[in-house]
């Protein structure tokens, strides 16, 4: 229920509980029971879930086509600051119903962005006093925040990236704004997407110059931050265009690659969106496994997108088989580092009852902690474990075990498969190890 002295938004609806998959109630967990231990942890530290406010509490359903189709309560106030806070008792409202221990942000989802700096660092100054009451009488955290360096107009032309030093300038005072912010909230990790960091066009664009200047600039921001007493991690988000043609950080090999050669490998990490993975035309447990053999598992944008759109949708994640994909990669490498998992997405733009906030979120919930218990069992009841393993059984003693451990010339390789230049044909019996991940689903 709401915080006391608080107006409530969400009225009829209490507190969301688990009460297992034969409950019939829709606005219960089914499979997300919070205490329950899997793997050495509960599920809620497994997952650190949290609300994105961009989405739930700004997306009115607009799109290319008309406009808002969601009139939504905390939307109503002519003052920014009285604005921002019926948000922010929103925001505290739905967390706290749903469960959640976190939330996270965009600067100006937390306020309207003003004319001017000076004023807008007045307003999300202001709006983060009361945000930080809302944390002190609820236990809700702060799991990252953000800058909006994409929306302004201004931006048309990337932030970071931008071919004009006045806007890199006031992007740079932006993400000052946004890091203050997130100190200020006690924030454990800060994001960076870089929504038009990339081109159209290559024939008006210095790529070099323009990818340089974003690791100048993502090294000032890293370094003031730490010179801010700030100890969390910071978070580059993959995506491979939309808006633009190209985006700098395509993918999570592209930004790995970056982060390591702007030495940033040290204080930087990966923010895995399941939507963006696909349209980069990876799937979202390659994006995951590509971080994690690079320790650069972070974080998680939970959402999907439509196998018949070629765009970023957004949609609540429902595919408990390649979820549980993705959950075998999160148990296997360990977890993820310094994050959690955000819900980055939308009610479809014809749900229009506050209600259905809470069931997409309720669904997403029991989407992953389901994949979760299945990914569990996979790894503790089945041979799955035993049958990868002998997969690679050459590399793990003799000669094989010495070309791993690096003990093998080019020389020695081509002595040895002089003899053994006849191997025997060895399945890869990938329908036995998806008929395995069914077994368990």
């Not at 019926?86 to 469960?99: I, L, N, R």
């Not at 309207?112 to 004023?119: G, I, S, Y």
């Not at 909006?148 to 990236?161: D, E, L, R, T």
């Not at 069992?377 to 041979?383: C, D, L, T, V, W």
Request: hydrophobic share 40%; aromatic share 12%; glycine share 10%.
């Amino acid at each position: 229920m709401a915080l006391l002295g608080d107006k409530e938004f969400f009225k009829g609806i209490g507190e969301i509980k688990y009460e297992g998959h034969e409950s019939d109630n829709p606005l219960a967990f089914k499979y997300y029971n919070p205490e329950q231990m899997i793997a050495g942890k509960t599920m809620r530290d497994h997952f650190k879930f949290a609300m994105a406010y961009w989405h739930t509490l700004c997306g009115t359903g607009g799109d290319p086509f008309g406009p808002g189709t969601k009139k939504f309560p905390w939307i109503t106030a002519k003052d920014p600051i009285e604005a921002a806070r019926d948000k922010a008792d929103a925001a505290f409202e739905f967390v706290t119903k749903m469960g959640f221990g976190y939330y996270c942000f965009h600067d100006f989802d937390l306020v309207d962005e003003a004319t001017t700096l000076v004023e807008s660092e007045k307003r999300v100054l202001k709006t983060v006093e009361y945000l930080q009451e809302k944390q002190k009488a609820s236990g809700v955290k702060l799991l990252w925040g953000t800058a909006n360096c994409f929306s302004n107009p201004k931006y048309m032309n990337g932030a970071a990236s931008n071919p004009d030093f006045n806007v890199l300038a006031i992007a740079g005072a932006q993400v000052k704004i946004a890091l203050d912010a997130t100190i200020a909230l006690g924030g454990e990790n800060y994001v960076f997407w870089g929504g038009r960091e990339g081109y159209m066009s290559l024939l008006n664009t210095d790529m070099k110059l323009e990818q340089d200047n974003i690791g100048r600039f993502l090294n000032m921001a890293k370094d003031y931050a730490r010179s801010q007493g700030f100890e969390g991690t910071f978070f580059i988000e993959p995506k491979p265009m939309e808006p633009t043609k190209h985006q700098y950080d395509f993918d999570a090999a592209t930004s790995i690659k970056s982060i390591r050669e702007y030495g940033l490998e040290n204080d930087f990490k990966l923010n895995i969106e399941v939507n963006h993975a696909t349209l980069a035309q990876h799937t979202f447990q390659h994006e995951l496994q590509v971080a994690a053999n690079a320790g650069m598992l972070g974080s998680i944008d939970a959402n999907r997108g439509d196998y018949q759109n070629g765009w970023d949708t957004d949609q609540f994640p429902n595919n408990v088989t390649e979820t549980a994909e993705a959950m075998l990669v999160l148990l296997r490498s360990g977890g993820l580092q310094g994050g959690g998992i955000n819900f980055d997405a939308k009610t479809r733009r014809n749900s229009t009852d506050l209600e259905d906030i809470f069931l997409a979120h309720i669904g997403g919930a029991d989407t992953f902690a389901r994949a979760l218990l299945v990914a569990d069992a996979i790894i503790r009841k089945s041979p799955y474990e035993r049958l990868l393993n002998e997969r690679y059984a050459s590399f793990q003693s003799g000669i094989g075990a010495d070309f791993v451990s690096g003990r093998l010339s080019l020389t020695d390789l081509s002595d040895y498969a002089v003899s053994h230049d006849n191997p025997d044909q060895i399945s890869g019996k990938q329908e036995m190890f998806e008929n395995l991940l069914n077994q368990y689903i």
